[in-house]
């Protein structure tokens, strides 16, 4: 059974900063990354890196967070800085796992609470 392990969550003033870590039980994913839900709204990717380093963000966190991954670790990284209001959310880890339609996301954490306040 694949368990994903989030940790580093939080509460935190706007403008600081915050560490979440993954660790998956799972070796032969093909990425990893974070998603986020904020209440009423729809979950979203906020950041991936694939097994080759390839890395994707969301346009309201590129230039703050920054994604990061120690495979022989099977960890996962994400570093939150000028940390805003507006990313408090459960924040998700997720492993993708290669199919014969490519690199889908299949396994999730049990999410961490981020919460930035003013």
């Known amino acids: 059974q694949v368990q994903l392990v989030e940790s580093g969550g939080g509460s935190v003033q706007a403008g600081g900063s915050l560490k979440l870590s993954c660790t998956v039980s799972f070796n032969s994913r093909c990425r990893m990354g974070w998603y986020r839900q904020a209440p009423g709204k729809e979950r979203e990717l906020v950041s991936s890196?694939?097994?080759?380093?390839?890395?994707t963000y969301a346009d309201s966190v590129r230039g703050r967070f920054t994604i990061s991954q120690d495979r022989p670790k099977n960890t996962v990284y994400l570093q939150m800085s000028s940390l805003k209001t507006d990313d408090t959310a459960v924040y998700y880890c997720?492993?993708?796992?290669?199919?014969?339609?490519?690199?889908?996301?299949?396994?999730w954490g049990q999410g961490t609470q981020v919460t930035v306040f003013s």
């Open positions: 997720a492993a993708g796992r290669r199919e014969s339609s490519g690199c889908n996301w299949r396994y």
């Open positions: 890196i694939d097994n080759i380093g390839t890395i």
